[in-house]
């Protein structure tokens, strides 16, 4: 079955630290891949998205992001996070021959001073 | 940049009654629209897909005479909660995209309570 996995429910991150959060991904063939950001009570924001070609992908806010199709996974980087980090995110996908986005559970993410 | 629009963001009503939330896209046409459903600290989950002039696709499961979907117009898709109860209290988020592409706009979102 397709499916899209975000394994960390809740992550806490000093202020200035590294982020990882991670995504996999179970689909036939390589979906579309995308990022987004949720504040409390809010829509999302795409942070950043993936199609084809550099696997590694810049985004917004000073996102990253890279897709490794050996391990089915598209996780998300920030070098250094700032307080107004802190929010939700979602990974989510799109099979390349259907247009209905699907949801990862959501990682929330707690920025500590 | 393409925004779209949902009213009202927060809506309290009482059970039994109608609740319409819409979406509209103000810089684009938005060929498919796609309404989800949030739990509190849930993820999104998609309930139907709606297609201008067409009637809307719902995701199994989603009661369709529950939540009308209309999509009226290329900048426009409702979403009518029906004799609404507390269990549909929760936040409804709209997303919209372009003919052929897969770029996505979302609204910001309703909170709906029903008391």
């Known amino acids: 079955a397709q499916s899209v996995t975000q394994p960390d429910i809740h992550i806490t991150v000093s202020e200035g630290a590294s982020l990882e959060l991670r995504c996999n991904y179970s689909?036939?063939?390589?979906?579309?891949l995308f990022w987004y950001v949720q504040s409390p009570g809010q829509g999302l924001q795409l942070l950043l998205k993936?199609?084809?070609?550099?696997?590694l992908v810049q985004g917004i806010k000073g996102f990253e992001a890279e897709f490794k199709r050996s391990q089915s996974s598209f996780n998300l980087r920030k070098p250094s996070v700032h307080w107004s980090d802190a929010a939700e995110y979602f990974c989510?996908?799109?099979?390349?021959?259907?247009?209905?986005?699907?949801f990862g559970a959501g990682t929330t993410v707690t920025v500590r001073a | 940049g393409a925004v779209v629009s949902q009213h009202p963001s927060r809506v309290i009503c009482k059970s039994g009654t109608s609740v319409k939330i819409e979406c509209r896209s103000l810089?684009?046409?938005?060929?498919?629209m796609f309404w989800y459903r949030q739990f509190p600290k849930k993820s999104l989950m998609l309930m139907a897909t709606s297609n201008e002039g067409s009637k809307a696709t719902y995701e199994q499961g989603v009661e369709k005479d529950k939540f009308l979907i209309n999509h009226a117009s290329l900048t426009l898709s409702t979403l009518t909660v029906t004799s609404a109860h507390p269990e549909d209290s929760s936040f409804y988020i709209c997303?919209?995209?372009?003919?052929?592409?897969?770029?996505?706009?979302f609204g910001s979102g309703t909170r709906l309570t029903v008391v």
């Open positions: 989510a996908v799109v099979p390349s021959n259907d247009y209905k986005l699907s």
């Open positions: 997303s919209a995209t372009r003919q052929g592409g897969w770029s996505y706009t």
């Open positions: 993936y199609f084809s070609g550099d696997t």
């Open positions: 810089d684009f046409q938005a060929t498919t």
């Open positions: 689909y036939g063939a390589t979906p579309y």
